[in-house]
């Protein structure tokens, strides 16, 4: 085996943290042991806490640094712990592929063993992105269906949205009108081209607060999706 130089990546969701215990800490000490083991240098290792495996590469700063490091030469490969800390999207892992193998850096999984160096593993890792978006999206269809039995029978579904309140009845959702201000300061930062860590920053940077917080990249990853499909 060819000796490299590799960027660890880590990443987990607040979700994931609180639901199964994926710590940031246990990841690192696999890449660690996976470098130590084959005899590879590890450069360093980049971090993304709290969130979603679905938030755009461009918009994660760990994944970010991470692929400047393997796309500018610093580093030969891009190593995490399994397939969906890298990302939930197939698109995503798809364009990742293709980019590692056109520049001629390398992708490592360590739960799948993959290695893009040969068509093989390439193929392997297009099976497994699609796999892996297919359960999400199962999933997905699954608690829409939920979901939407509770409204039709006037049941609450979780929290209220941001951008409504609740009704004097308990139930029935109305628009609240400083949220609203907030969602349309989004949309137009958005259309005017600003990434959502600039949105994000821009929200704190001008003392705006989601219900008595700090913005967080998640939050503001979340409500742009929600508005760009409206």
């Known amino acids: 085996m060819t000796k490299q130089r590799i960027v660890g990546y880590v990443r987990v969701s607040t979700e994931e943290q609180a639901q199964n215990g994926v710590s940031l800490e246990d990841q690192c000490g696999r890449i660690v042991a ?39 030469g610093q580093a030969d490969a891009l190593a995490f712990t399994d397939l969906t800390r890298l990302s939930r999207s197939t698109r995503d892992v798809l364009d990742l592929a293709d980019d590692a193998s056109t520049a001629g850096w390398d992708l490592v999984s360590l739960k799948e063993n993959i290695d893009t160096t040969s068509a093989a593993g390439r193929m392997f890792l297009s099976m497994l992105a699609v796999f892996s978006q297919f359960e999400r999206e199962q999933t997905a269809e699954r608690v829409r269906a939920a979901l939407a039995h509770k409204r039709s029978r006037n049941e609450r579904t979780g929290q209220v ?70």
């Not at 806490?49 to 461009?58: D, M, N, Y």
């Not at 400083?178 to 990434?195: A, P, Y």
């Not at 979340?222 to 508005?227: E, G, I, N, S």
């Open 161 to 230: 949205p941001y951008g409504s309140t609740l009704g004097a009845d308990g139930r029935t959702l109305l628009e609240d009108p400083k949220e609203q201000q907030v969602l349309k300061r989004i949309r137009s930062l958005r259309r005017n081209g600003k990434s959502l860590r600039a949105v994000t920053a821009y929200l704190n940077e001008h003392g705006f607060r989601c219900r008595g917080k700090r913005w967080h990249l998640t939050t503001v990853a979340r409500l742009a999706k929600k508005l760009e499909a409206a």
């Open 34 to 72: 996976y470098a130590k083991a084959h005899g590879h240098a590890l450069v360093t290792i980049e971090r993304d806490e709290g969130l979603s495996g679905a938030t755009p590469p461009a918009d994660r700063p760990g994944l970010s640094r991470a692929l400047a490091m393997v796309r500018s």
